[in-house]
């Protein structure tokens, strides 16, 4: 037998109105895929956020309390010694005077430059006189 | 689901139920199958190149699916693929909602002889009488094979009628 011989024919049978039907049946299906993702995305994004949320409050909360203050500029002068306090002095053109002014000095301390042993170390000789005015070019006049 | 997709809807499910249903011939895998691929059209039309065939491209996605449920059906049950056939033959007996005459129940089971993917290319050639081009689009195969293929088909088809 050939099968040129036997007849085109469509054997199978669907339910009565089964295609006035199916267009209802896949919008149903749509639509419940479509609500039931827009559930599944609302829980997968507490899920996610939910955690992140804990440790960006966990961040701030150890950063708030491992915060040192910040250091003064009196905390990185307290680290320079005098003898470089008193180097940079030397080498600045501020005058003794100006220094003076600054400093917050107290009847007490006034009474530390009354002690005259303090000034001892100023004490200078002749030769140590004649070289400061050979240095500075001063009028003996003025000594 | 909007309008113009309800009318797409309207437009195809006649033949792409027919297309799944010569395939898998119960009314009930071909009716699950017809909205699942509604469904994947749904969410792919934004993926559709408009320089192919609207319906090409359902044709596909249609036959692909019809592909896919088949080949789970026999890894489901471990069966090799003759008792598949068998299976399918014998629904063919069974269901209430066949009308055909024996000739034409004995074509429907030379049919299921036939490998899967030699069977959907048959049918779309001979029943729905569609180019070998188009065909080739949607089974991404060369018209050349498709030839080949179509032409095996039919000594397959009538050898089985000659026996039985």
Redesign the interface.
């Known amino acids: ?3 040129e011989d ?10 009565d109105k ?2 006035d039907q ?2 209802t ?3 149903s ?3 419940d ?1 479509t609500a039931s993702k827009s559930t599944l995305s609302w829980n997968l994004f507490l899920k996610i956020a939910t955690p992140v949320f804990a440790l960006v409050l966990l961040f701030i909360f150890i950063e708030k309390n491992n915060q040192e203050p910040m250091p003064t500029a009196g905390d990185y002068l307290a680290q320079v010694s005098a003898d470089d306090l008193i180097a940079y002095l030397g080498d600045t053109e501020i005058s003794a005077d100006e220094i003076l002014e600054e400093l917050d000095i107290s009847e007490n301390d006034v009474d530390l430059f009354d002690d005259e042993s303090l000034l001892q170390e100023f004490e200078l000789d002749d030769m140590e006189i004649n070289a400061v005015i050979d240095e500075y070019g001063i009028d003996g006049k003025v000594l | 689901m909007n309008y113009g997709f309800n009318l797409l809807v309207r437009k195809y499910q006649q033949k792409i139920y027919w297309h799944v249903r010569k395939m898998v011939i119960v009314h009930d895998d071909a009716d699950d199958l017809v909205q699942d691929i509604f469904m994947k059209v749904w969410k792919n039309i934004g993926s559709f190149r408009e320089d192919a065939q609207l319906y090409t491209w359902i044709y596909r996605i249609a036959t692909n699916e019809c592909l896919n449920f088949l080949r789970k059906k026999k890894n489901k049950f471990f069966l090799p693929i003759h008792d598949v056939q068998h299976e399918l033959s014998e629904k063919l007996n069974n269901v209430h909602d066949i009308d055909g005459d024996e000739i034409q129940l004995r074509l429907q089971k030379a049919l299921l002889k036939l490998p899967d993917k030699q069977r959907i290319v048959f049918n779309m050639k001979y029943f729905d009488e569609m180019k070998y081009e188009e065909i080739a689009k949607i089974t991404d195969t060369s018209v050349g094979g498709l030839k080949a293929n179509y032409h095996y088909a039919i000594k397959k088809i009538e050898a089985y009628l000659k026996e039985n």
Not at chain 1, 6 to 15: A, E
């Open positions: 037998m050939k099968l036997i007849d085109k024919q469509n054997i199978f049978k669907v339910p089964y295609f199916l267009p049946k896949i919008q299906r749509i639509n895929s």
